[in-house]
Every structure is written in C-alpha cells, then in structure tokens.
C-alpha cells in the first residue's frame, strides 16, 4: 500500500500536514502527472484512514506508551478490567485515528495514560493525514475533471461563477 511516505516528492510535499490543502488540490489538478499518481494512492489512503481498530490495534496503541506513562502493578484481575474497558471503548474505532488522539494527547504535556473516553474523544476529532489527503486528491480530481469539461467550450461570465462556487463548496467539505 502507498503512504504518504512513498510518494514522490512532489506530491509528498503537497500532501504534508501543514501545507495549504487548496494549494495542494489546484497543484495536484493542474498536473496530470501528480494527479494519476494521487488518483492511483487515494483508495490506500481511504482504506488506511478507515481501518477500524481490532483488540490487538488497540492494546498496541495503548502498550506503546507504558514507556511515557509506566503503569503499577497489576493483578490478573485488574489487568483483565483495564483491557476491557479500552477494549470496549475503542475497538472498531478507526486505527490512524486512535494513533491521532493518542499522539494530541502526549503532546497536550499528559502525565498519565488517557482513560479510554478521553481518547475516544480525541480520536473523533484527531486530524488523520491519510484522511486528508484522500480528500484533497478527491476535490483535485473534480477540479481537474471541471476543468477538463470547461477547457472544450468557451465559458460565460456565470458558468465561471458557478464553477468557483461549486469548488469553494467542496473545498468546505470534511467527508473523505
């Protein structure tokens, strides 16, 4: 599957966290190059920000920060109580976006290890790099598809309106 990571570098430089997305998505749609290669990556993407958390998604995401938030000692019992109430909580959740909320949550300065509303929490608003970029190739591929339809036929002053409409429309769009 492709990342973000093993894009080229042109597009992996649109696509990072912190770039404007309606740069990303006017680059992305003026270049057919970059566009066949973000069209081809976006249903990983999709996939990767949608893949929902299993038990053992799940206690990875949480056993990788005992090392930032060690955790006392535990009876079998107790043990067994504190997976399932993250357990419970969590699975099923998207994966990237347990990761998201766990990341906000450490860099919010925490001194202890999240309970498991608290991360769900985070995680429903967690911004997800693979979600955003899906989103951006998405609006990119209907810019370039707009322009394509346009670029055969003189425009009037209203089609070019609605056009810009239509796209600053999408541009507030948040779905994937």
Not at 11 to 20: A, D, H, I, V, W
Not at 62 to 69: C, M
Not at 71 to 92: H, I, M, N, S
Not at 107 to 129: R, S
């Amino acid at each position: 599957m492709k990342t973000i990571e093993t894009l080229s570098p042109g597009l992996r430089t649109l696509l990072r966290p912190g770039e404007s997305d309606d740069d990303a998505i006017a680059a992305i749609a003026a270049s057919p190059t970059l566009l066949d290669e973000a069209l081809k990556a976006r249903e990983g993407f999709v996939r990767e920000a949608l893949a929902p958390a299993t038990a053992q998604d799940v206690m990875n995401v949480i056993g990788r920060r005992f090392a930032t938030f060690p955790q006392p000692q535990r009876t079998p019992d107790e043990f067994k109580a504190f997976w399932t109430d993250y357990l419970d909580c969590l699975v099923g959740q998207p994966i990237s976006s347990l990761e998201a909320g766990m990341r906000m949550w450490i860099a919010g300065g925490a001194e202890f290890l999240c309970k498991p509303g608290q991360l769900l929490n985070l995680a429903k608003g967690a911004p997800v790099a693979e979600a955003r970029a899906a989103r951006i190739i998405r609006l990119a591929g209907l810019l370039a598809d707009e322009r394509k339809a346009a670029a055969g036929r003189p425009q009037t002053a209203a089609e070019r309106s609605a056009m810009a409409a239509e796209v600053r429309a999408a541009l507030g769009v948040r779905r994937v």
